[in-house]
Nanobody, 121 residues
Framework: QGQLVESGGGSVQAGGSLRLSCTASGNAYGSRCMGWFRQAPGKEREWVATINSETGLSYAVSVKGRFTISKDNTKSVLYLQMNSLEPEDTAMYYC???????????????GGQGTQVTVSS
């Protein structure tokens, strides 16, 4: 059993910043790969970023240079620092964890319930 719980979402104006957190418990903690996905209304859930203990960090083109994924192993927390936010970043953000990194959310062993991010212009 394992669980992922996201937090840190909210409303912000364009150009602002937010930091999302994902707390892992049970077997989700220690997963080789953890990542962030997002889903805007009427759109497919899309990959944002992943962190892998062996291969490092990867980012979607749309967020590279603005978002930073990191992990605090002592606290079992995954972060997503989001800077220079744009209205197009508005979405529900989800955390995922598993044995390997994929760009499809359903391929992960564990997935959170999401936290809403709204960016106004």
């Amino acid at each position: 059993q394992g669980q992922l719980v996201e937090s840190g979402g909210g409303s912000v104006q364009a150009g602002g910043s937010l930091r999302l957190s994902c707390t892992a418990s049970g077997n989700a903690y220690g997963s080789r790969c953890m990542g962030w996905f997002r889903q805007a209304p009427g759109k497919e859930r899309e990959w944002v970023a992943t962190i892998n203990s062996e291969t490092g960090l990867s980012y979607a083109v749309s967020v590279k240079g603005r978002f930073t994924i990191s992990k605090d192993n002592t606290k079992s927390v995954l972060y997503l620092q989001m800077n220079s936010l744009e209205p197009e970043d508005t979405a529900m953000y989800y955390c995922a964890a598993g044995l390997a990194c994929y760009i499809v959310f359903s391929s992960y062993t564990y997935g959170g319930q999401g936290t809403q991010v709204t960016v106004s212009s």
